[in-house]
T-cell receptor, first 116, second 110 residues
Framework: NAGVMQNPRHLVRRRGQEARLRCSPMKGHSHVYWYRQLPEEGLKFMVYLQKENIIDESGMPKERFSAEFPKEGPSILRIQQVVRGDSAAYFC??????????????FGPGTRLTVL | RKEVEQDPGPFNVPEGATVAFNCTYSNSASQSFFWYRQDCRKEPKLLMSVYSSGNEDGRFTAQLNRASQYISLLIRDSKLSDSATYLCVVNPYNNNDMRFGAGTRLTVKP
């Protein structure tokens, strides 16, 4: 039973390029969350998605960042025109479909984005 | 005020010591609480959920104080392998959203 999968594990981009980060949730999970972790800092919530729906994007920067979770395929976090300040580890997590405030979130290994 | 606040540490303790971390949260309507553990350059993993009555799992004890809006984690008989960053996590909106504290770094030394 594969866990949460993220790819790529490491991504290097030059300023102004686009970064696409992919996340495949655990089998049977329909909720996906994206977090950003800057060096030596905690996890910052970015966005919470269900299939084809954005539930909460209150943590997403207003510009250049977008996320989707299509009916088929992985969730995508897209960063346009990257800047050096976007360099961070981006973690994806997933949780099961049933509603419970004690649902555990299972994390993927993260994508480490470096912007040159 | 931050939604979840933790003392960043670091806490440096000898093997066998008892160490406690506290975490405060701002939303009094928060429903569920957790401690996650994160090793260096790894993903966070659930350590334990924190229930109203408090709960214990081996050397780890978690407590919730709703009146003062804080949760605590107590680690007894510290092991070298306990060295990690401990993340306080709160579900403030009674849905699947989680808010993470910045973490408390623990180093257990021989």
């Amino acid at each position: 039973n594969a866990g949460v999968m993220q790819n790529p594990r490491h991504l290097v981009r030059r300023r102004g390029q686009e970064a696409r980060l992919r996340c495949s949730p655990m089998k049977g999970h329909s909720h996906v969350y994206w977090y950003r972790q800057l060096p030596e800092e905690g996890l910052k919530f970015m966005v919470y998605l269900q299939k084809e729906n954005i539930i909460d994007e209150s943590g997403m920067p207003k510009e250049r960042f977008s996320a989707e979770f299509p009916k088929e395929g992985p969730s995508i976090l897209r960063i346009q025109q990257v800047v050096r300040g976007d360099s961070a580890a981006y973690f994806c997590a997933s949780s099961p479909m049933f509603q419970s405030s004690y649902n555990e979130q299972f994390f993927g290994p993260g994508t480490r984005l470096t912007v040159l | 005020r931050k939604e979840v606040e933790q003392d960043p540490g670091p806490f440096n303790v000898p093997e066998g010591a008892t160490v406690a971390f506290n975490c405060t949260y701002s939303n009094s309507a928060s429903q569920s609480f957790f401690w996650y553990r994160q090793d260096c350059r790894k993903e966070p993993k659930l350590l334990m959920s924190v229930y109203s009555s408090g709960n214990e799992d081996g050397r780890f004890t978690a407590q919730l104080n709703r009146a003062s809006q804080y949760i605590s984690l107590l680690i007894r008989d510290s092991k070298l392998s306990d060295s990690a960053t401990y993340l306080c996590v709160v579900n403030p909106y009674n849905n699947n959203d989680m808010r993470f504290g910045a973490g408390t770094r623990l180093t257990v030394k021989p």
